[in-house]
Nanobody, 124 residues
């Protein structure tokens, strides 16, 4: 099993920035795919970014490309999402996710593991 705990959410104005953090623990040896997805009330889940940790570059959703950046601290088992130029449409609950099957499952499906989420609210 994998445990994921998100933090760093909050309220900002349009154009502001936030940095989300995710602590990854448990049996991570099999779960080489990490990332983030988000969900706003009344809307479908949207993949934000996913990464094959063994070898690969982050894959970003179209709506966040150029504004969000994924980074990782392997030694600390931490995953970060730097979010810049935030827009009201970025308002959502953000979830950190892990999977053993592929980036597609984090971006387009329900990942095997995800945390409780952290709320991001962007006001205009």
């Amino acid at each position: 099993q994998v445990q994921l705990v998100e933090s760093g959410g909050g309220s900002v104005q349009t154009g502001g920035s936030l940095r989300l953090s995710c602590t990854v623990s448990g049996d991570t040896s099999k779960y080489h795919y990490l990332g983030w997805f988000r969900q706003a009330p009344g809307k479908e889940r949207e993949g934000v970014v996913a990464l094959f940790t063994v070898d690969g570059d982050p894959i970003y959703g179209d709506s966040v490309k150029g504004r969000f950046t994924l980074s990782r601290d392997k030694d600390k088992n931490m995953l970060y999402l730097q979010m810049n130029s935030l827009r009201p449409e970025d308002t959502a609950m953000y979830y950190c996710a892990a999977d053993s099957r592929g980036t597609w499952y984090i971006l387009n499906h329900e990942p095997l593991y995800y945390g409780q989420g952290t709320q991001v609210t962007v006001s205009s």
